[in-house]
């Protein structure tokens, strides 16, 4: 599976990443963009609070 991210400067990285670590970021990638488009937060918001509750699990 190839995985665009497009970086601040409009650069695009493709990574390849093969098995269910690339499944995982899909759902992650597709998750953060529904939060984002449903509820109006930004994207570096969710992560942060993502990251927050990995670190305290």
């Known amino acids: 599976?190839?995985?665009l991210i497009k970086t601040k400067k409009d650069k695009i990285r493709k990574f390849?990443?093969?098995g269910d670590v690339a499944?995982?970021?899909?759902?992650v990638g597709?998750?953060?963009l529904h939060i984002e488009k449903t509820?109006?937060?930004s994207?570096?918001?969710i992560l942060?609070?993502?990251t927050d509750a990995m670190?305290?699990?």
């Open 39 to 41: 509820q109006g937060i």
């Open 55 to 57: 670190n305290d699990a």
């Open 30 to 32: 597709a998750i953060i």
């Open 16 to 18: 390849r990443i093969k």
């Open 23 to 27: 499944e995982v970021l899909a759902m």
């Open 48 to 50: 942060s609070l993502m």
């Open 43 to 45: 994207r570096m918001k």
């Open 1 to 3: 599976m190839k995985i």
